[in-house]
């Protein structure tokens, strides 16, 4: 730290993003990334005629992204806001829509929205989850604050149904309720066909997991226009060209191709429910998963020891120190090879601790 940090940023902690090792010896299943590559319609998108235009800004309205987003989707170009990955987007949202200074969020979910609520210098109030894991909407009636609830929930892949998001924006008509959708493509309903009956409801998705864009760095809300109008009252505020003109043009290519990466969503679904299969018979007890990943612990092993035996080995996986879910390990669901791979590695290792 130099001495010139204001000093309300003294103590803070910041968000410690998984392992992103410089070398790609490791299976990588640790940061939910897709494991397959963006389509070649994708790819050809960022071409030279593109880059050749790289002394120009990108359109900071970015229409034309917006306007394919808001056709596939089915609602208007005013209901889309787009930004540089959508960590952006949570962050606007913990500065601009935190009534009373307060965020309600659970005990065990998206590790950043701690850490938004500490940069602003929010009340949070964490809500346990029940002991399953599973979130009990009835926690998040006639709140006094922003809601922020990940859906499905992160590392857990616990998912909640319309009906229960529906309960929670109704009775709370005087706050926005976040639903941060990073995982929706992987086997649940969006709840954006909600914004036109809720002007509180802010849905956050990303190019990064089921539209194999992480390194691009895509995000988007789909919200009643007055929100999306708020969005871009802050972004106007700090920096007017969020996404760049390569990361525009590849976007636009996603949208074309949507086919090709929901099923690359389908492919990741089966060899998820393969794996949770493998798993278990193992001796796992696996969390049912509704996103990338699944969240797995055994009596037969300590989950910090399979982490860190599983890493010797050369498979990456995300292990969490949180007391409550420290047993557990968070893995990213890769192609079959690799799950196949992931299988023997986790065998091999349950052998030698035997
Ligand atoms: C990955 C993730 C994000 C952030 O995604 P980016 O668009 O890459 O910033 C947001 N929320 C959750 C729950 C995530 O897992």
Same mark, same amino acid.
Request: hydrophobic share 35%; aromatic share 12%.
């Given at each position: 730290?130099?001495?010139?940090?204001?000093?309300?940023?003294?103590?803070?902690?910041?968000? +410690?993003?998984?392992? #992103?090792? @410089?070398?790609? $010896?490791?299976?990588?299943?640790?940061?939910?990334?897709?494991?397959?590559?963006?389509?070649?319609?994708?790819?050809?998108?960022?071409?030279?005629?593109? %880059?050749?235009?790289?002394?120009?800004?990108?359109?900071?309205?970015?229409?034309?992204? $917006?306007?394919?987003?808001?056709?596939?989707?089915?609602?208007?170009?005013?209901?889309?806001?787009?930004?540089?990955?959508?960590?952006?987007?949570?962050? *606007?949202?913990?500065?601009?829509?935190?009534?009373?200074?307060? &965020?309600?969020?659970?005990?065990?979910?998206?590790?950043?929205?701690?850490?938004?609520?500490?940069?602003?210098?929010?009340?949070?109030?964490?809500?346990?989850?029940?002991?399953?894991?599973? %979130?009990?909407?009835?926690?998040?009636?006639?709140?006094?604050?922003?809601?922020?609830?990940?859906?499905?929930?992160?590392?857990?892949? !616990?998912? %909640?149904?319309? =009906?229960?998001?529906?309960?929670?924006?109704?009775?709370?008509?005087?706050?926005?309720?976040?639903?941060?959708?990073?995982?929706?493509? *992987?086997?649940?309903?969006?709840?954006?066909?909600?914004?036109?009956?809720?002007?509180? !409801?802010?849905?956050?998705?990303?190019?990064?997991?089921?539209?194999?864009? &992480?390194? &691009?760095?895509?995000?988007?809300?789909? &919200?009643?226009?007055? !929100?999306? =109008?708020?969005?871009?009252?802050?972004?106007?505020?700090?920096?007017?060209?969020?996404?760049?003109?390569?990361?525009?043009?590849?976007?636009?290519?996603?949208?074309?191709?949507?086919?090709?990466?929901?099923?690359?969503?389908?492919?990741?679904?089966?060899?998820?429910?393969? +794996?949770?299969?493998?798993?278990?018979?193992?001796?796992?007890?696996?969390?049912?998963?509704?996103?990338?990943?699944?969240?797995? @612990?055994?009596?037969?092993?300590?989950?910090?020891?399979?982490?860190?035996?599983?890493?010797?080995?050369?498979?990456?996986?995300?292990?969490?120190?949180?007391? $409550?879910?420290?047993?557990?390990?968070?893995? +990213?669901?890769?192609? #079959?090879?690799?799950?196949?791979?992931?299988?023997?590695?986790?065998?091999?290792?349950?052998?030698?601790?035997?």
């Amino acid at each position: 730290m130099s001495r010139f940090l204001n000093e309300k940023y003294a103590a803070f902690e910041a968000y +410690t993003p998984g392992e #992103q090792p @410089k070398d790609m $010896r490791y299976i990588k299943l640790n940061t939910n990334e897709s494991p397959y590559p963006p389509s070649k319609k994708t790819i050809e998108a960022v071409n030279e005629k593109e %880059i050749s235009r790289l002394m120009l800004y990108p359109d900071n309205e970015c229409v034309s992204l $917006r306007d394919k987003l808001a056709g596939l989707y089915g609602v208007n170009r005013e209901n889309i806001y787009l930004s540089n990955g959508s960590d952006d987007i949570l962050n *606007f949202a913990f500065m601009a829509f935190t009534k009373n200074n307060k &965020a309600i969020y659970p005990d065990i979910s998206y590790g950043f929205y701690s850490v938004f609520a500490q940069l602003y210098g929010l009340e949070s109030e964490v809500v346990a989850l029940k002991e399953d894991f599973s %979130i009990d909407y009835r926690d998040y009636l006639k709140k006094d604050g922003m809601i922020v609830l990940a859906n499905p929930n992160a590392p857990t892949g !616990l998912y %909640i149904g319309l =009906d229960e998001i529906r309960d929670i924006l109704k009775s709370n008509p005087d706050n926005v309720v976040v639903i941060d959708e990073a995982y929706i493509d *992987f086997g649940g309903e969006s709840c954006f066909k909600l914004i036109d009956e809720y002007d509180n !409801l802010l849905v956050v998705q990303t190019f990064s997991k089921s539209r194999s864009m &992480a390194g &691009a760095r895509l995000g988007f809300a789909i &919200a009643c226009k007055g !929100l999306i =109008d708020d969005l871009n009252k802050i972004k106007y505020s700090t920096n007017p060209y969020n996404i760049n003109r390569l990361t525009l043009a590849a976007g636009e290519a996603a949208v074309d191709d949507n086919d090709y990466y929901m099923n690359n969503c389908q492919k990741v679904i089966k060899t998820r429910e393969w +794996t949770a299969k493998k798993l278990t018979s193992l001796g796992f007890e696996v969390i049912p998963s509704k996103a990338n990943f699944i969240f797995a @612990k055994t009596d037969l092993i300590d989950g910090e020891k399979l982490y860190e035996e599983l890493k010797k080995r050369g498979v990456l996986v995300r292990h969490f120190t949180n007391k $409550r879910i420290s047993q557990y390990n968070r893995i +990213t669901i890769g192609t #079959q090879e690799q799950m196949e791979s992931f299988i023997n590695v986790v065998k091999e290792v349950l052998d030698e601790n035997r």
